[in-house]
């Protein structure tokens, strides 16, 4: 009888480390997803006529998992006309875990190159929407540019120096 309650209780020992040694993977699968708020830098990899967006963009929240936005982003390419067109837009950001949807406006078109572009820019250009992936860190968000072109796109966190 003392065997079988032995038994029972490394039987009972074995199940609670077992538990303990899970949690900490159960407490990351529970772990919410870092927020996209911040101030980000951004690029797309080339597209072609090497063509790439860059700019820098300002989340903020708005809700539990919706977020307002505002960056200026330079469209520029290397083999074609226009050369660069430097854009002012709004956005909308939606949260789904770790996934982030941006949704766009273009407001201005602030400059082209070359400047006699310009009136057909701001009948022409596209708002520029991202489907992208915050990591755990909460500093780097990857995924998808979308517009009249398509490309991959590396969000990267600016830190603020405490001076």
Not at 23 to 43: M, N, R, S, T, Y
Not at 46 to 54: D, F, I, Q, Y
Not at 64 to 91: D, I, M
Request: charged share 20%; net charge positive.
């Amino acid at each position: 009888m003392k065997h079988a309650q032995r038994l029972g209780l490394a039987a009972a020992l074995a199940c609670i480390a077992a538990a303990t040694t899970a949690l900490p993977g159960a407490e990351a699968q529970l772990k919410k997803a870092p927020v996209p708020v911040g101030a980000w830098d951004f690029k797309t990899e080339s597209m072609g006529a090497g063509c790439t967006l860059t700019g820098d963009m300002t989340v903020t929240q708005t809700s539990n998992k919706s977020y307002k936005c505002e960056f200026r982003a330079v469209w520029a390419c290397k083999l074609r006309l226009p050369k660069a067109v430097h854009t002012e837009q709004t956005c909308i950001a939606t949260q789904s875990g770790s996934n982030v949807i941006i949704t766009s406006k273009l407001n201005k078109i602030a400059k082209v190159d070359p400047e006699e572009m310009l009136p057909s820019m701001r009948q022409n250009y596209a708002a520029d929407h991202f489907n992208v992936t915050i990591n755990g860190r909460g500093d780097e968000m990857d995924g998808m540019f979308n517009s009249y072109g398509q490309a991959p796109v590396k969000f990267r966190k600016r830190l603020d120096l405490i001076g």
